[in-house]
């Protein structure tokens, strides 16, 4: 860490400060609590699942529960690094950067579905608002249900 007042960021460095470079390397990108919070209850349920694991070997994309025989992919999206529709707030300083950035998330997790979708896999997201029992629910529901499907042929 930089505790120098006086350190300026490398040139091309996305970090505008000090302050904002421990800032932004204190984010977690996986195990947040609505993650946690939703594995738990999954869990309870006697479903298990990889965390923070690539779906498919060749794509360099990892979804926050893989579910690999029933060829699930879960993915718990925080809302300012997503864009929620509800709860995105466009930010203040350095914005056209962070816009920017939120909108190649948005197109890349589009593009991930699609890959995913289009080798057979069922894509969930969810938003970190939501609710973690409902959440849980719609996920083990899915994965029951393609198992079941599975079974058929």
């Not at 923070?52 to 992919?73: E, I, Q, S």
């Not at 707030?89 to 197109?107: A, I, L, M, T």
Request: glycine content about 4%; aromatic content about 10%.
């Amino acid at each position: 860490m930089h505790e120098d007042p006086q350190w300026e960021a490398p040139e091309g460095s996305w970090a505008s400060s000090a302050a904002r470079r421990r800032n932004m390397q204190a984010i977690r990108n996986r195990d947040t609590k609505p993650e946690q919070l939703i594995r738990r209850l999954v869990h309870a349920q006697g479903l298990r699942y990889r965390v923070c694991a690539r779906p498919l070997p060749g794509l360099r994309r990892t979804a926050d529960m893989v579910f690999r025989p029933a060829k699930v992919a879960v993915f718990i999206d925080g809302c300012y690094w997503h864009g929620c529709p509800e709860h995105y707030v466009p930010p203040k300083v350095n914005s056209g950067y962070w816009s920017e950035k939120v909108v190649r998330n948005v197109q890349r997790d589009r593009d991930t579905d699609q890959r995913l979708t289009d080798a057979g896999w069922l894509v969930l997201r969810f938003w970190e608002h939501e609710p973690s029992d409902a959440c849980a629910h719609k996920i083990a529901a899915a994965v029951l249900a393609r198992r079941a499907d599975s079974r058929k042929y």
